[in-house]
């Protein structure tokens, strides 16, 4: 008889060695080699089921194909791919691109870009000037640039140099004065690599133009279309030692396989110091990184590492939010994720010890947060959007730090209202009171789903934002939705509904929807494969099998061709290249592909006194799944699921049948589950698959004439005019008359063909020369003698940790009513993005408080360069009144010890609305 081996599946390569070794053995007898042979054919040839089809890639279940290219499993140890991008044979010769001063994006409007059409022999720029605009952008080219092709931008820098030689400062398109001594550098920006319209980041990223011979032409020279054909990698094979760690097998030999390479790169990310490194190429421990993978997977899988990581995030008693835009918390505010991994954390491991250190440090954190966040009308809680904190990849371009600290976001609201569930059962453990935090997490729920349901479209909207008066951005957000269904925010018909309506795209869920134009992908036009977990354990939760099987095609195809858990990826085609930044081996994500074993296929959910099990095995992943070698305190469990749905037929621990699908926690030992299936077909589901599409840029609103003005936005049907955050009219002309009357706040969106909505237009405030009233700060304070420019009246007054910690400014009123009240400031300590220094104040009228005002970094060294902090409705008293700026305790922001600002101005304005009693 004559074996061709060469003929056995590629994932049966270890069963094919198997009948070698059998087969050559000189002790084995014909006729037991001929006994065995039945059962290891069967085995070999076992067809390649389909799990997940589209026109895009197929997920078998042995091998992902996408196009010409293939990942093959060869063994539960070894995935072979030939898969390579192709971004480098799509790139443009037209490049759009702009000039920025000091890492803003203040050259020209936003939309307004230079553009060149780069030809082969092409390898100089004409000399730019900085400010003048180009003509019409041209149609896009035919042929694409090749490969390595260099390049040289010039600039003329000499028009901006003479306004600071002669004014002090250059003033830009929108009225902004650049400072002379604030000049650091002018830099470009663009959409093709190596340049990004990542303004904030353009000099980390290489992008300063220079002027050697100081005749203010400046110049950089780029190499585009950058490749490098040697990085592609073919294969992994498994090489650390994950001996000590569960194994998983069952009929996917992809999730088997893909299941391994993720415990692999677990361990490699376990640091020297017993810390979780954020990734291949990010060191260190973020708090929202390693907070969602300690809740996904880490708290079962890595206990002990999980607990030193969240402790690095500690500070103060209180939880670090990281560095982050404009100077991190207040406005980032989703730190809190760090209390939904504390919790799972003691729900795994049941230290008692580590839930009273966690209780102190929540219960601290969410005190600092409800004074500092919580916002007067909906109940919510201020902040960025959890994790999404790259303010131009999903906020409108106007939009400030001081106007994300003001929105208010779905995922972060629903970390928080679970973060005050979490206190209060954690406080009942402990015997402390717990009604406060049970209030407090029945607000916020009432608030998300009275302010940001939409009935209409049958899921939430992302945010409220805008100026003094918000309103809702109806794009979807998907770590948000998901976090809701998981956490019950959203009752059973709105998880059913969120999960059927959603838009989902080709290649998964993306992190938002519509993707907002002109930006590259990142979190805007990219899926994350951490958040399509979150997503898959809210389709599984909620038995939807269509949503689930979708969402684990968007986790394996991806791990599958690039050999390893990337951060992200790009929605349109799925590639990991084209995204602002990247890494492979990225904790969040491979926490995800374990999750979807530990908390899927074996349905683990970590209660305090035990493990339920719920497994959900849609029907294309049927059969026997072994989860062996799992550690649960002090047991070792083999977890056996059998068939597929979600209904469990009967539940076995050790042999004997048991009426609950659970395991208690004071098991010792080795123990057998297992779990039989009813093999039931799930609730029939539909998903609501949609086009990659991108929303309309957002009009640009002036006002003359008594009218609001604005340019026509390509595409655009018709436009909606909001008046204090509601609908007042749909024009299709580009001008809409003023309202006479009480000071209003005006904005404008654009509406495409199919109805899909861009944001709104910055909101401008109309009132009258007679509701304004300017207060400069200096007249009630010592003047700082700082070099600053840029200011109104006589000066400025410092406030820092050790100067000025109250300021108390009197505040005449002609009239008792409701009144605006911000303060113009300048905060140089920091760049817009990243760092920790965004200084904070409590803000009292006449002894009451009335909340905090915000003053986020605006710029490294940048003192001359001034902004509005956020705006706070108060009431004010006819006659005198006395505005309080006091440091308090909760103001400690996340520097503890830099937190300093330099105020110039008090604006108020009457808004013509009486107080409650009076109307």
């Given amino acids: 008889m004559k074996i061709r081996f060469s003929s056995f599946p590629a994932a049966s390569n270890a069963i094919a060695e198997k009948i070698r070794s059998v087969l050559h053995s000189p002790k084995v007898v014909v006729i037991a080699c001929f006994s065995m042979l039945p059962v290891l054919f069967t085995a070999c040839n076992q067809r390649s089921d389909i799990l997940y089809q589209s026109p895009e890639f197929t997920v078998y279940s042995d091998k992902v194909v996408q196009g010409a290219f293939t990942a093959t499993v060869e063994s ?402 998907a770590l948000g939705e998901a976090l809701a269904i998981l956490f019950e925010v959203a009752g059973e018909q709105q998880a059913w509904s969120i999960l059927t309506k959603s838009p989902v795209i080709n290649y998964g869920t993306s992190c938002i929807y519509p993707q907002i134009p002109g930006i590259p992908p990142y979190h805007n036009n990219g899926i994350w494969p951490f958040v399509q977990a979150f997503w898959n354990l809210a389709a599984a939760k909620t038995g939807h099998e269509k949503a689930l099987v979708h969402g684990l095609a968007a986790i394996y195809r991806p791990a599958a061709l690039f050999l390893s858990n990337y951060e992200n990826f790009v929605a349109d085609n799925g590639d990991y290249v084209g995204t602002e930044i990247n890494s492979h081996r990225m904790l969040w994500s491979m926490a995800g592909n374990l999750a979807m074993v530990y908390r899927v296929f074996a349905g683990m959910q970590f209660e305090t006194d035990g493990i339920r099990f719920q497994p959900v095995i849609p029907k294309v992943y049927t059969g026997n799944k072994t989860l062996s070698n799992f550690r649960y305190r002090d047991a070792v469990l083999q977890i056996t699921v059998k068939g597929y749905g979600n209904q469990i037929d009967s539940f076995r621990l050790n042999g004997k049948i048991l009426d609950q699908a659970f395991v208690p926690a004071d098991l010792k030992g080795h123990h057998e589950v297992e779990i039989l299936l009813k093999n039931h077909d799930f609730k029939a589901s539909e998903i609501n698959m949609v086009p990659n599409r991108f929303s309309l840029p957002e009009p640009v609103v002036t006002i003359s004439d008594q009218q609001l003005r604005w340019d026509a936005v390509p595409g655009a049907v018709h436009y909606v005019v909001f008046r204090d955050g509601e609908i007042l009219e749909n024009v299709k002309s580009l001008k809409f008359p003023l309202q006479a009357g009480e000071p209003a706040e005006y904005a404008v969106a654009a509406v495409d063909g199919p109805g899909m909505t861009s944001f709104i237009s910055e909101p401008v405030l109309v009132y009258q020369p007679s509701d304004l009233k300017m207060v400069e700060v200096e007249d009630a304070a010592p003047r700082s003698a700082l070099p600053y420019s840029n200011f109104s009246g006589k000066g400025f007054v410092e406030i820092s940790m050790t100067e000025n910690l109250e300021l108390s400014i009197p505040i005449a009123a002609a009239d008792a009513g409701y009144y605006l009240i911000d303060c113009r400031y300048s905060n140089g300590t920091g760049p817009w993005n990243t760092d920790n220094n965004c200084a904070l104040r409590s803000v009292y009228i006449n002894d009451t408080y009335e909340g905090v005002w915000v003053f986020p970094q605006r710029g490294t060294d940048e003192w001359s360069d001034w902004g509005w902090s956020n705006v706070r409705k108060v009431f004010l008293q006819k006659g005198k009144n006395e505005l309080k700026i006091r440091f308090d305790s909760w103001n400690t922001n996340m520097d503890g010890e830099i937190n300093q600002a330099m105020l110039d101005v008090v604006r108020v304005i009457r808004t013509g609305t009486p107080k409650p009693e009076q109307q």
Wanted: net charge negative.
């Fill in 76 to 477: 539960a140890t070894k995935i072979t791919s030939d898969y390579r991008s192709l971004a480098h044979e799509n790139y443009s010769r037209l490049v759009k691109f702009k000039f920025s001063i000091n890492e803003k994006d203040n050259e020209m409007k936003a939309g307004h870009d230079h553009w060149l059409v780069i030809e082969d022999g092409l390898h100089e720029s004409p000399v730019i000037v900085f400010g003048v605009e180009d003509a019409a952008i041209p149609a896009e080219p035919e042929t694409k640039l090749n490969v390595n092709h260099s390049f040289t931008f010039r600039l003329d820098m000499n028009p901006v140099l003479k306004q600071f030689a002669g004014k002090g400062y250059y003033e830009t398109f929108d009225g902004t004065r650049i400072a002379a001594s604030d000049f650091k550098g002018v830099y470009i920006a663009g959409g093709s690599e190596p340049m990004s319209w990542d303004f904030v980041n353009l000099d980390e990223k290489g992008l300063a133009l220079q002027d050697p011979d100081k005749d203010g032409i400046y110049e950089i020279s780029l190499l585009l279309n950058p490749y490098d054909a040697k990085s592609q990698l073919n294969s992994w094979h498994l090489t650390a030692d994950v001996s000590m760690k569960p194994v998983y097998t069952s009929g996917q030999p992809l999730v088997d396989a893909l299941f391994n390479l993720s415990l692999e790169e677990a361990r490699l990310n376990i640091e020297a110091d017993s810390t979780l490194r954020t990734g291949a190429k990010w060191g260190g421990v973020w708090t929202r990184d390693v907070s969602y993978s300690t809740l996904l997977a880490f708290a079962c899988h890595e206990p002990e590492v999980a607990k030193i990581s969240l402790m690095k995030k500690v500070k103060n008693g209180r939880i670090i939010q990281d560095t982050g835009s404009g100077g991190a918390w207040p406005v980032s505010s989703d730190r809190t994720t760090w209390a939904l991994a504390a919790w799972e954390i003691y729900k795994v491991t049941g230290d008692e010890e580590w839930l009273l250190t966690a209780f102190g440090i929540i219960r601290n954190s969410l005190a600092d947060d409800e004074k500092t966040l919580q916002s007067p009308l909906t109940a919510m809680n201020r902040g960025e959007s959890s994790f999404l904190d790259w303010r131009e990849q999903t906020y409108p371009k106007w939009m400030s730090n001081m106007d994300i600290y003001v929105s208010e976001n779905l995922g972060t609201n629903v970390v928080h209202y679970q973060a005050n569930q979490i206190l209060a059962e954690m406080a009942e453990i402990l015997g402390q009171p717990s009604g406060a935090y049970l209030q407090r997490a029945a607000e916020i729920k009432e608030g998300v789903n009275k302010f940001l349901w939409m009935a209409d479209k049958g899921y939430y909207g992302q945010y409220l934002y805008g100026k003094s008066h918000l309103l809702l951005s109806p794009r979807f957000e």
